[in-house]
């Protein structure tokens, strides 16, 4: 396996100081082998990792580097990429003037390189940014083109493991929807989603934050979420325990 892979694999283990040493080894290998297209690949995992740390400063910098380098040798995935994470990066910096139109800049080019999970984080960002404006109408058409399109990745896939990876993007995405519902005052349309993906998880949490709960909407999620506890399907029993958001 190569740094820039082992790197990655650090990352996903919390190993971030491994993850940046390696990133940073491969970043170095790559320009004294003048491999200009790895370069801006690096660069972009050197963002992910200062991301997975909240260095936003660290995250703007290095993703505005892989930026440059995606432009340089047209690589029009990897500039998508890194432009999504560039402008999420600067809207989490207190000077940083709050625009969108990256973000959508960033959503054409995943698009157009049929790039579909740049797209689904993209628009996973981008729905962050409505919501933080109150634009609720567009954040939840956002959420609903990311969850389509989630739920078409991950039916293509049949190694277990690797469909079990896509839980977390699907709990973030039901998470930020069942949000928007909430700040609209939407109780019992929130309990519908959370009936939808069977989380016990998400349905706590709307519980917790609202007293406006449908008593209907309860007790037709309490016995979906029984009747999943009683299969012997392992995706079910995950998905009652609110483990994971897998169907």
């Given at each position: 396996?190569?740094?820039?892979?082992?790197?990655?694999?650090?990352?996903?283990?919390?190993?971030?100081?491994?993850?940046?040493?390696?990133?940073?080894?491969?970043?170095?290998?790559?320009?004294?082998?003048?491999?200009?297209?790895?370069?801006?690949?690096?660069?972009?995992?050197?963002?992910?990792?200062?991301?997975?740390?909240?260095?936003?400063?660290?995250?703007?910098?290095?993703?505005?580097?892989?930026?440059?380098?995606?432009?340089?040798?047209?690589?029009d995935r990897l500039q998508g990429r890194a432009l999504s994470l560039h402008t999420n990066a600067a809207l989490q910096l207190p000077q940083s003037a709050k625009?969108?139109?990256?973000?959508?800049?960033?959503?054409?080019?995943?698009?157009?390189?049929?790039?579909?999970?740049?797209?689904?984080?993209?628009?996973?960002?981008?729905?962050?940014?409505?919501?933080?404006?109150?634009?609720?109408?567009?954040?939840?058409?956002?959420?609903?083109?990311?969850?389509?399109?989630?739920?078409?990745?991950?039916?293509?896939?049949?190694?277990?493991?690797?469909?079990?990876?896509?839980?977390?993007?699907?709990?973030?995405?039901?998470?930020?929807?069942?949000?928007?519902?909430?700040?609209?005052?939407?109780?019992?349309?929130?309990?519908?989603?959370?009936?939808?993906?069977?989380?016990?998880?998400?349905?706590?949490?709307?519980?917790?934050?609202?007293?406006?709960?449908?008593?209907?909407?309860?007790?037709?999620?309490?016995?979906?979420?029984?009747?999943?506890?009683?299969?012997?399907?392992?995706?079910?029993?995950?998905?009652?325990?609110?483990?994971?958001?897998?169907?």
């Amino acid at each position: 396996e190569s740094k820039l892979e082992l790197g990655n694999i650090s990352r996903e283990k919390g190993n971030f100081e491994d993850a940046n040493y390696l990133h940073l080894s491969a970043l170095r290998s790559f320009k004294e082998q003048q491999r200009l297209p790895e370069v801006g690949l690096a660069q972009f995992e050197l963002a992910v990792d200062a991301q997975a740390q909240a260095n936003w400063p660290l995250a703007h910098d290095w993703s505005k580097r892989a930026v440059a380098s995606a432009i340089a040798v047209n690589n029009d995935r990897l500039q998508g990429r890194a432009l999504s994470l560039h402008t999420n990066a600067a809207l989490q910096l207190p000077q940083s003037a709050k625009n969108a139109r990256p973000l959508k800049q960033a959503l054409a080019l995943n698009r157009s390189s049929s790039d579909t999970l740049g797209t689904i984080d993209t628009l996973y960002r981008l729905a962050t940014f409505e919501v933080q404006s109150r634009n609720y109408a567009a954040a939840t058409n956002s959420i609903r083109e990311a969850e389509a399109l989630l739920q078409t990745q991950h039916r293509a896939i049949s190694n277990p493991r690797l469909r079990a990876s896509f839980g977390s993007s699907f709990v973030r995405l039901h998470e930020l929807h069942i949000q928007v519902l909430l700040k609209q005052g939407l109780v019992t349309q929130a309990l519908e989603v959370a009936l939808r993906w069977r989380s016990r998880v998400l349905v706590e949490s709307i519980i917790q934050n609202s007293s406006a709960v449908s008593v209907e909407a309860l007790a037709r999620f309490n016995e979906a979420h029984g009747m999943c506890q009683q299969l012997k399907d392992e995706h079910c029993r995950a998905l009652a325990l609110g483990n994971s958001a897998l169907t």
